[in-house]
């Protein structure tokens, strides 16, 4: 007898993609199709592609229907797709995502949900023991990744290793509770969500992984170190609430920083609020849309 699955829910952040998605998303629908007992649904998050994009995930959807798209006409950074995609967490038993570039094959990233009966949040490591890494980093970036794990651990002694490797699967509870906690719309994204689940006493499972440096990257090594470094300032600051509440009045400043770099602006509060209330109403719909379709397979009349 074949045991159901979680129901599960894949976000894929894309940004100007039309190039690398396509076998990356067939890779991903062959495998879950043939592999995965429960359902499972693959949503890319558009953010202000100014490519085809959206173009290649609907031809790649017309044969995999489990796969879709959540467009975003204008830049929200990766970390604002992936707090816009974790709004869909009501759908799903469990929430994971994996980037654009194929560095986590389909079969990695079951594993990391085959871990979810150990703990709230499993991720991927590349620099634990048992890793396997098919192309390494260069030397620039691998200095620049344990330099930045180290201020990492300096400020929030969270003890994981790698915080950035971009494999990540959570239970819809652990997501739900820390949603509104999640405001870093640049790659220090995953810093916010890990810190979060951790000041909330979820557990998260740390593994070793399998994974390929990508060519093509759309990391720009000095540029995304700063603005992931402020970032994480900006995370430190703000579970500091007396101190933080001090150094409002330099908000203006901190938007100028951003704006001048051109990375995504910090989500305050009161935009986080305003759009979990609409994407509430959306997933509302979606799920009485869902439900309609499904009656209607069962010859069940509709309501009056």
Same mark, same amino acid.
């Given at each position: 007898?074949? !045991?159901?699955?979680?129901?599960?829910?894949?976000?894929?952040?894309?940004?100007?993609?039309?190039?690398?998605?396509?076998?990356?998303?067939?890779? @991903?629908?062959? @495998?879950?199709?043939?592999?995965?007992?429960?359902?499972?649904?693959?949503?890319?998050?558009?953010?202000?592609?100014?490519?085809?994009?959206?173009?290649?995930? !609907?031809?790649?959807?017309?044969?995999?229907?489990?796969?879709?798209?959540?467009?975003?006409?204008?830049?929200?950074?990766?970390?604002?797709?992936?707090?816009?995609?974790?709004?869909?967490?009501?759908?799903?038993?469990?929430?994971? @995502?994996?980037?654009?570039?194929?560095?986590?094959?389909?079969?990695?990233?079951?594993?990391?949900?085959?871990?979810?009966?150990?703990?709230?949040?499993?991720?991927?490591?590349?620099?634990?023991?048992?890793?396997?890494?098919?192309?390494?980093?260069?030397?620039?970036? !691998?200095?620049?990744?344990?330099?930045?794990?180290?201020?990492?651990?300096?400020?929030?002694?969270?003890?994981?290793?790698?915080?950035?490797?971009?494999?990540?699967?959570?239970?819809?509870?652990?997501?739900?509770?820390?949603?509104?906690?999640?405001?870093?719309?640049?790659?220090?994204?995953?810093?916010?969500?890990?810190?979060?689940?951790?000041?909330?006493?979820?557990?998260?499972?740390?593994?070793?992984?399998?994974?390929?440096?990508?060519?093509?990257?759309?990391?720009?090594?000095?540029?995304?170190?700063?603005?992931?470094?402020?970032?994480?300032?900006?995370?430190?600051?703000?579970?500091?609430?007396?101190?933080?509440?001090?150094?409002?009045?330099?908000?203006?400043?901190?938007?100028?920083?951003?704006?001048?770099?051109?990375?995504?602006?910090?989500?305050?509060?009161?935009?986080?609020? !305003?759009?979990?209330?609409?994407?509430?109403?959306?997933?509302?719909?979606?799920?009485?849309?869902?439900?309609?379709?499904?009656?209607?397979?069962?010859?069940?009349?509709?309501?009056?």
């Amino acid at each position: 007898m074949i !045991q159901t699955e979680p129901s599960l829910l894949l976000l894929i952040p894309a940004y100007n993609e039309e190039r690398r998605i396509e076998p990356v998303l067939r890779d @991903y629908g062959r @495998y879950f199709q043939e592999n995965y007992h429960g359902k499972f649904k693959l949503v890319v998050v558009l953010n202000g592609c100014r490519d085809d994009t959206i173009g290649v995930v !609907q031809r790649v959807a017309d044969e995999f229907p489990f796969i879709s798209a959540l467009e975003f006409k204008e830049p929200i950074g990766k970390g604002g797709a992936l707090i816009e995609g974790l709004r869909l967490a009501p759908l799903a038993d469990a929430i994971g @995502y994996v980037d654009a570039d194929g560095a986590t094959p389909p079969s990695a990233f079951h594993d990391l949900v085959k871990r979810l009966g150990e703990a709230d949040c499993v991720i991927g490591s590349r620099w634990l023991p048992g890793a396997v890494l098919h192309q390494a980093q260069t030397h620039k970036r !691998q200095f620049a990744s344990r330099a930045f794990h180290m201020v990492v651990q300096a400020m929030f002694w969270m003890n994981i290793r790698d915080t950035q490797c971009g494999a990540k699967v959570m239970h819809r509870a652990a997501v739900e509770k820390i949603h509104s906690s999640l405001t870093i719309a640049d790659m220090a994204f995953d810093i916010n969500l890990l810190y979060s689940l951790k000041r909330e006493k979820f557990r998260v499972l740390e593994v070793p992984t399998e994974w390929t440096d990508k060519i093509g990257s759309k990391v720009t090594l000095f540029h995304t170190s700063l603005v992931m470094f402020l970032s994480v300032l900006r995370i430190r600051l703000i579970h500091l609430p007396l101190f933080y509440k001090m150094l409002r009045p330099l908000r203006p400043l901190e938007v100028w920083l951003y704006k001048r770099l051109r990375a995504p602006e910090p989500l305050s509060r009161t935009e986080m609020a !305003q759009k979990a209330k609409a994407q509430n109403a959306a997933v509302e719909a979606s799920r009485e849309k869902a439900d309609s379709q499904e009656k209607k397979r069962h010859g069940v009349p509709p309501k009056n």
